[in-house]
């Protein structure tokens, strides 16, 4: 770690970035040691981090509230040396990531959703609580973020299996892996043409689409098991695969209250496949 003399020197913007970065170092590590017994910083690192928030707090650049912030921090960070325990890492945890964000956004390089530090470390595939014929079915998904989005929202509902038709984004395209934020890899998947390849034989359970013109969420007769088809941001589900699900069980909408009437595609798959899952309960 910089000795804290020699970050006093660095130019204002270098300085800010190096001690975001080491201040997302500390959090990532404290999430990894989430339920461990280890000591996680030395007595050292808790007077670094105190130190290093009260230089910020006297960069005179930063509006009254981020100062106030950095005071703040340094109180519990100074705290947390002599008693760091379970009952104060939440609050350890929000002081550093204050500072962090407030540091990367001063420097133009803000996080997005899909770079936010979990707190599970790895995920275990024996954890998952699977709704077996639960399935999804995702076409024409070109969004790597899009598609990341819907594999951890499908893992976190316990869909069973996703199929992705041969031009979604790829998965392993890294701004999927980034959204997914480890779901890819535990999710089983595949990617093949479900209903308009003719090697493929169609599915024997009951199909449905979210689009529009179909029935009201709250009064769709979700099934046990089926699929669920999602068609991609600009155009819907293809005529093709909608001939299909409108053979089947049909459509199911999201009704809309806005002038824009419409949602982000990986937000309308949330809302469904939540309802679709809660409807099994």
Same mark, same amino acid.
């Given at each position: 770690?910089?000795?804290? @003399?020699?970050? &006093?020197?660095?130019?204002?913007?270098?300085?800010? $970035?190096?001690?975001?970065?080491?201040?997302?170092?500390?959090?990532?590590?404290?999430?990894?040691?989430?339920?461990?017994?280890?000591?996680?910083?030395? !007595?050292?690192? #808790?007077?670094?981090?105190?130190?290093?928030?009260?230089?910020?707090?006297?960069?005179? %650049?930063?509006?009254?509230?981020?100062?106030?912030?950095?005071?703040?921090?340094?109180?519990?960070?100074?705290?947390?040396?002599?008693?760091? +325990?379970?009952?104060?890492?939440?609050?350890? $945890?929000?002081?550093l990531n204050n500072i962090k964000h407030i540091l990367l956004t001063e420097t133009g390089r803000e996080q997005a959703d899909w770079d936010f530090t979990g707190s599970?470390?790895? %995920?275990?595939?024996?954890?998952?609580?699977? !709704?077996?014929?639960?399935?999804? @079915?995702?076409?024409?998904?070109?969004?790597? #973020?899009?598609?990341?989005?819907?594999?951890?929202?499908?893992?976190?509902?316990?869909?069973?299996?996703?199929?992705? +038709?041969?031009?979604?984004?790829?998965?392993?395209?890294?701004?999927?892996?980034?959204t997914a934020m480890g779901c890819i890899d535990i999710i089983p998947w595949e990617k093949k043409d479900l209903f308009s390849a003719p090697e493929n034989a169609l599915?024997?359970?009951?199909?449905?689409?979210?689009?529009?013109?179909?029935?009201?969420?709250?009064?769709?007769?979700?099934?046990?098991?089926?699929?669920?088809?999602?068609? +991609?941001? &600009?155009?819907?589900?293809?005529?093709?695969?909608?001939?299909?699900?409108?053979?089947?069980?049909?459509?199911?909408?999201?009704?809309?209250?806005?002038?824009?009437?419409?949602?982000?595609?990986?937000?309308?798959?949330?809302?469904?496949?939540?309802?679709?899952?809660?409807?099994?309960?």
């Amino acid at each position: 770690m910089i000795p804290l @003399y020699k970050l &006093e020197k660095l130019p204002r913007t270098q300085k800010l $970035r190096k001690i975001a970065k080491i201040f997302t170092m500390a959090e990532n590590r404290l999430c990894m040691a989430v339920g461990k017994k280890a000591e996680i910083y030395t !007595s050292a690192e #808790f007077v670094f981090f105190a130190d290093a928030a009260k230089l910020l707090a006297r960069d005179t %650049l930063f509006p009254p509230d981020a100062q106030k912030v950095f005071t703040e921090a340094a109180e519990v960070f100074e705290a947390s040396n002599s008693a760091m +325990s379970a009952d104060n890492v939440p609050l350890f $945890r929000r002081a550093l990531n204050n500072i962090k964000h407030i540091l990367l956004t001063e420097t133009g390089r803000e996080q997005a959703d899909w770079d936010f530090t979990g707190s599970d470390g790895q %995920l275990d595939p024996q954890k998952r609580q699977i !709704s077996e014929g639960m399935w999804v @079915y995702l076409e024409d998904i070109r969004s790597p #973020f899009n598609v990341g989005a819907m594999f951890r929202t499908a893992e976190s509902f316990g869909v069973e299996k996703i199929i992705l +038709s041969p031009f979604c984004a790829d998965p392993h395209h890294r701004r999927s892996e980034r959204t997914a934020m480890g779901c890819i890899d535990i999710i089983p998947w595949e990617k093949k043409d479900l209903f308009s390849a003719p090697e493929n034989a169609l599915p024997s359970c009951p199909v449905f689409a979210l689009e529009t013109g179909g029935t009201p969420l709250a009064e769709f007769p979700f099934p046990q098991r089926g699929i669920l088809i999602v068609g +991609s941001e &600009e155009l819907g589900v293809s005529p093709r695969t909608l001939a299909t699900a409108d053979a089947s069980l049909g459509r199911v909408s999201i009704p809309c209250y806005g002038t824009k009437a419409s949602l982000n595609a990986s937000v309308a798959f949330g809302i469904a496949v939540q309802a679709w899952r809660k409807s099994q309960v």
